[in-house]
């Protein structure tokens, strides 16, 4: 067995270790609390996710046994039995025999089915009410129903008749078929019962010759019905009326068709959220094993990839979600034929694999954001098509391929507020300034390529519109045009306004007029207007105002979705937790020590007051090894590797690739970097920005890199490092390099004087919003939207950006990050009376030098340091103050010499302090555009010190 699977299946009999002892445990607590059907449920799901689980890793006898276990649990938590003590002993000898089977499967012998209990499980379940008492409950809202307009034209004629039409979903599986439940003699009673009778079956499962079980039922059975019957007798006509569902489609041959799955019925949140939790990682998964398995072909990867579609469909039918469950059992019904053989793996089937764990991915997300009503997905019928044999058509995927995604939808929201600063302060110059028209045409041919990409059909009209005015010179027209996009923007980001905020916002009504207005009964519009506060055009424009407003609102779900407030997990090493409990176990011992020398000293019986001091001075001591301890423990808890993210990316670039026909290689290096979690989350968008950019702006063509004289298979490498406390990830491409002479030309028509040998004030260029070189917009790249959030992101860590390019050869962009999260040591330096941290990481030395010493070098200050000259510059003025530090002599200038990414530096402070650990906190939002202040921390008396941000400071 793969080593991974093998690690999976051990971490399964831990886990189902755990459900048995907590179930242990509720059965108990059931018994004296029969009526508590919580408790009850807990023991089914646990039982239920022992019987799933056991079955994704081949440990079939596990799964059949809990599934009979299952069967009495279920009919307990449905009220069909009552608990007593016979059933309490059959439950807990259940669980026994599943323990006992977990420790023979651990030693690979071989397990047994006690047929003895599983006959005693069936008697107590045996349900003692009428059968008329245990038809499933109606649903108020109809299920999930598809109907082939064939069927429903066929029975249309039969519902003018007035026959009940109804769709009946068998439920038999092949464990009732073995019992004797045979569907085929209900489906005769069915039959003879109706006037119309179709029958439509799912050829799909049935396996070839040699694997066929003829005690296994393979058809999965609907039928359609017209009949005098109602639901209730149509279920008397069968043993058990759980094996079957009857739903009334009548209401779906007047056109009333429903292709939704409602919400389920007092859905449990709880489960839904663990179901959401455990999806994610599985769907993380199989996209991993499945470039994994695209590669190599792996069958330990195609398994993966089985057993977590399977474990979806398992869960998402146990919870309701009728539409995740019927999408995974397609989706694995195409990977078990990969697996048998009987479907040849060919690029196509790849992209299908990729898109269907895409689909997936989006339905879960739906379910994040509290939307119930999931809809099968486009993919569903591609699947279906590979089950059935047909051929798959080889599409052009640059007209369906389309990345879009939450980051982006913020990123085109900040934009387009831009976009709408900058024409309020250019439309009023419009008519008599030329550089003014070539920014706002700048400005809404870029708000045109956003509102394309977001498909906001209106604001491409407009901006279009605008334009085409500017074109022709009707000035006066294109301003009053720049008024609705504006106010649309403005749809976008607020709420629709009332008139009367129109009116007070346009300076034609005050507050005071309005309120006055307001308490009057009659519309405000009316009473103004009577009152000769405003003219009839004013409240014409208000009104064309709101309703523009309001045509924009139908589109912020596109821009500004709602964040629900989900329980952020990570999972953690069980040994970092065994550290802290022993932490907190010696914690407890310096606490009790304490206690005894307080005592002693109460009591004064003879302790010296050195020996008193000795024995504090020894605790503080203790106190301060463990505290460090756990602050190491805290922030290794939240430190993962970064290959966590960069591994994210690998489908990425084998999406992109394949849809741009290019041969791209992503290399991982340094994957083992450990970083902040929370800084992780934040680089995953300014990353993806970069890797998108270097697939479509950078590598080139097969074709192109052959005539370079390139090898065909374009380079892309994720590289990251730590430095000091800094972290440095770098993005590096072996492509076409960036066209520095476009960015000239690009800088000159922005009105930019930049010269062409200024290289790193031309690369700035690219992290500039709307800035695109691209002369054609894709879905990918080339709509000057995204390279900015690269900037702002990491200048929001106290990082920076640095590029390097040669033409025809590539590009290489680095990030450097301070890691300077949580506690660091650091330098306590004085200047003008206040104290500021300099973080330890970056400082080289402190030295003190006559100001004789210094010398001026092109009108600056620097000095001789271990044998090259480095500039210096007093702190006062680096930080904004004038004059000269207070209390330093002519012979004494402290002196701190700092590294940074440009290289070693000296600052001039007053006096040298202390060195310290502190704790970092956030710098506090109204200072969060400092950038040379990188946190703050408080010091044991009370005050505030700044953390200096030694990158920014020069």
């Not at 299952?70 to 009552?82: S, T």
Request: one cysteine or more.
């Amino acid at each position: 067995m793969d080593l991974d699977m093998e690690q999976f299946r051990m971490q399964f009999f831990q886990e189902a270790r755990d459900i048995l002892d907590s179930i242990n445990d509720d059965i108990l607590k059931a018994e004296t609390d029969p009526e508590n059907t919580e408790i009850l449920d807990s023991i089914f799901r646990g039982i239920h996710t022992i019987k799933g689980s056991a079955g994704s890793f081949e440990l079939p006898e596990i799964s059949e046994f809990a599934h009979h276990l299952e069967g009495i649990l279920d009919a307990l938590r449905k009220g069909e039995i009552k608990l007593n003590a016979d059933i309490v002993d059959a439950i807990l000898e259940g669980c026994d025999v599943i323990n006992n089977m977990i420790d023979t499967c651990e030693k690979e012998g071989n397990v047994e089915i006690p047929d003895e209990l599983v006959k005693r499980f069936k008697s107590l379940a045996n349900r003692d009410t009428k059968q008329e008492d245990i038809r499933p409950v109606e649903r108020k809202e109809e299920p999930s129903i598809s109907i082939d307009k064939r069927v429903i034209s066929t029975l249309k004629p039969y519902k003018e008749k007035g026959l009940n039409i109804y769709k009946v979903q068998l439920r038999y599986e092949s464990e009732h078929f073995e019992n004797g439940y045979d569907p085929m003699i209900l489906m005769k009673n069915l039959k003879e019962n109706s006037e119309f009778y179709l029958a439509e079956t799912d050829i799909s499962n049935i396996p070839v010759i040699e694997d066929f079980n003829p005690l296994k039922l393979y058809l999965k059975t609907e039928l359609f019905l017209a009949t005098h019957l109602n639901s209730a007798q149509l279920l008397d006509l069968t043993f058990d009326p759980s094996l079957i569902e009857v739903v009334d489609i009548g209401d779906l041959l007047d056109g009333k068709d429903e292709k939704t799955e409602p919400k389920p019925i007092e859905i449990d949140q709880e489960m839904i959220n663990e179901f959401i939790i455990g999806a994610e990682e599985l769907i993380d998964n199989m996209d991993k094993s499945a470039l994994e398995y695209e590669k190599t072909k792996s069958e330990a990867s195609l398994n993966e990839i089985f057993r977590a579609v399977h474990t979806i469909k398992g869960d998402a039918a146990y919870i309701g979600l009728d539409t995740v469950n019927k999408f995974s059992h397609v989706f694995e019904d195409v990977v078990e034929r990969i697996k048998k053989g009987t479907i040849s793996v060919t690029p196509q089937i790849m992209d299908t694999i990729f898109k269907s764990t895409d689909a997936l991915k989006n339905m879960i997300n739906s379910l994040k954001e509290g939307n119930y009503n999931l809809s099968l997905p486009p993919i569903h019928d591609k699947l279906n098509e590979i089950i059935t044999g047909k051929k798959i058509e080889v599409q052009d995927e640059k007209a369906t391929y389309k990345f879009i995604d939450k980051e982006e939808e913020q990123v085109f929201l900040e934009q387009i507020l831009q976009y709408r600063e900058i024409l309020k302060d250019n439309m009023d110059n419009l008519k008599d300034n030329e550089n003014t028209r070539k920014i706002c045409k700048r400005c809404l041919e870029s708000l045109l390529n956003a509102s394309k990409f977001m498909d906001i059909k209106p604001m491409m009209a407009l901006s279009e519109r605008c334009l085409e005015c500017i074109k022709e010179g009707r000035f006066d027209d294109a301003r009053s045009i720049m008024d609705e996009i504006i106010t649309f923007i403005e749809g976008l980001e607020k709420e629709t306004k009332r008139i009367g905020e129109i009116l007070i916002e346009q300076g034609k009504l005050t507050e005071e007029e309005l309120h006055k207005a307001l308490s009057k009964q009659k519309p405000v519009g009316q009473i103004l207007l009577e009152d000769g506060k405003i003219k009839e055009e004013d409240i014409t424009d208000a009104l064309k105002r709101q309703e523009i407003m309001e045509s924009a609102s139908q589109f912020k779900d596109r821009v500004q979705k709602e964040k629900a407030s989900t329980v952020k997990t990570m999972r953690i090493d069980e040994s970092k937790i065994d550290r802290f409990t022993n932490m907190i176990g010696e914690l407890v011992v310096a606490r009790n020590t304490y206690e005894y020398i307080l005592e002693n000293i109460i009591r004064s019986d003879g302790m010296s007051d050195q020996s008193i001091i000795k024995a504090l001075k020894d605790n503080l001591y203790l106190f301060s090894r463990i505290t460090n301890e756990m602050q190491q423990g805290v922030i290794s808890l939240r430190m993962i590797p970064i290959k966590n993210v960069f591994g994210r990316f690998q489908r990425v670039v084998r999406d992109m690739s394949r849809r741009q026909r290019k041969s791209i290689e992503l290399i991982i290096d340094g994957g083992d970097t450990e970083i902040d979690k929370k800084v992780a989350d934040m680089l995953s968008d300014p990353l993806i920005h970069l890797v998108r950019n270097a697939c479509d702006h950078g590598i080139e063509t097969p074709e192109e890199r052959r005539k370079a004289s390139k090898p065909e298979t374009g380079t892309l490498i994720l590289r990251a490092m730590q430095e000091g406390s800094n972290l440095i990830i770098k993005v590096i491409d072996d492509g076409r390099g960036i066209d520095r002479k476009k960015l000239y030309e690009k800088a000159k028509s922005m009105g930019l004087d930049i010269p062409m040998d200024d290289t790193r004030r031309l690369y700035e260029l690219i992290f500039m919003a709307g800035v695109s070189t691209r002369e054609n917009v894709t879905d990918i790249s080339g709509r000057g939207v995204g390279m900015d959030v690269v900037k702002t992101t990491i200048n929001s860590l106290g990082g920076s950006v640095q590029v390097i390019s040669e033409e025809g050869k590539g590009t290489e962009i680095t990030m450097t990050i301070p890691m300077n999260m949580g506690v660091t040591m650091a330098l306590m330096i004085e200047v003008d009376g206040n104290i500021y941290a300099i973080p330890m990481d970056n400082v080289v030395e402190t030295v003190k030098l006559s100001n004789g010493r210094l010398r001026r070098i092109h009108n600056r200050m620097g000095f001789y340091y271990r044998g090259q000259v480095l500039p210096v510059e007093r702190l006062s003025i680096l930080l904004g103050k004038n004059g000269r530090p207070k209390g330093i002599s002519e012979d004494e200038m402290p002196i701190v010499v700092l590294r940074s990414q440009k290289g070693k530096f000296g600052i001039i402070v007053d006096n040298f302090v202390q060195n310290m650990e502190i704790a970092i906190k956030p710098v506090p939002q109204q200072l969060s555009d400092i950038e040379i202040i990188s946190g703050v921390t408080v010091l044991g008396d009370g005050r505030v010190v700044l953390l200096l941000n030694p990158e920014k400071l020069i």
